[in-house]
């Protein structure tokens, strides 16, 4: 595949920046601004609210979704309940509903639901601009509806703009500490061909993202994909200098087998090792879509390349993989979360978290021919 990537030259802001871009650009009086976000315990959940809102004055409409999961704690839903209500006083014309993250036999359906409720409840034709903040989605949830409004808004051109933006918070993430349900699935409308017959003789390359605290899910993963071989994604450089160190000695065991030669272990070495900047999606986008290129040269004649995407870290740097992963139809495959627990002490000033914007489509792209192809 030769043609250009679809976000070569693509717009995105961080930090101060991306704050002086919300407020300029917002401002201006011809937007009509629709944000799509979560309502739920995340202090995160009404961050670009507020600003928007300062922004947009009644120019803001809002549409946010409730993940409900089962034995939820009374203090989630306290906290859940607190950010509904300060969303509703933020934006008046808000529609604020719940989706059951699991249907009746316990399989992660979140995000096939929050993508229906959206399709019945978004309207477009007097939108200028659509907003994903996807700070307080879960993951099972962010990527379909991303990929939904990518498709919804390019429907109509330049006409209407599509962003994503997301606090980027490592202080929160760490305080938030999740139960996997033990079931690996590949998220609504990112199978990729994976269970497909003529995928049987593709070379199956797996690209987790690692995060902390990741191994049950990651075992899971690799057992289920059984992928031929494994390129973990490490943050680098990042805030943090050792936080890729870090990855590296928690998971390392899993690297080659050494303590316990009847584990199954990835045979990873540090040349596998996909090395991405911490605070730029695009980074990591445009790495994914090298290695993919380069192996569809060596195995286009042994039964093709496919590439599985697994976003296990900071949501920041997981938009990488999921414009990659809606740009070339990758599969992408997970675990959802059945419980979180989230530590009191937490500040919800957010002084710590950062930003980050991504402008997926619409008029900045107006005169790039290649926005209107398809990848």
Known sequence: MNMRPRWERCIHHRGSDAEEFVDDYFSRGDRQTLLIGGAGFDPRSRAIATQLSKACGQRLNGLFIREERPNATDGLREKADANDAEIRKLIPLVDIFSVDVFGIDNAPVGGRRATA??????????????????????????????RYCFEATKKFG????????????????????????????????????LTLDQSDSAAKLWLPQLGTDCREILRLIFEDVAPH????????????????????????????????????????????????????????????????????????????????????????????????????DFAVVSVETIEYRFADSVDEDFANGELVHVWMNGEAYRFDGEQDVES
């Open 117 to 146: 409720e959206l399709h019945k409840r978004m309207k477009l034709e007097s939108v200028t601009d659509v907003v994903l903040d996807c700070s307080a989605l879960s993951t099972g949830v962010m990527f379909p509806l991303a």
């Open 158 to 193: 330049s006409d209407v703009n599509f962003h994503i933006v997301v606090v980027d918070d490592p202080k929160t993430d760490a305080a938030i500490e999740s139960t996997s349900c033990g079931k690996v699935s590949q998220l609504h409308t990112f199978g990729g061909g």
């Open 229 to 328: 071989a494994v390129c973990p994604i490490i943050p680098f450089p990042s805030g943090n200098p050792r936080a890729g160190d870090a990855l590296i000695a928690e998971y390392g065991d899993l690297f080659e087998a050494i303590s316990d030669p009847m584990t199954p272990t990835w045979s990873v070495d540090a040349r596998d090792l996909v090395y991405t900047h911490e605070r730029s999606p695009l980074d990591l986008y445009r790495s994914v879509l090298r290695i993919a290129n380069a192996r569809e040269r060596v195995f286009w004649q042994a039964g093709g390349s496919q590439l599985i995407l697994s976003p296990l870290g900071s949501k920041a740097v997981g938009i990488g993989l999921l414009m990659a992963a809606i740009e070339r």
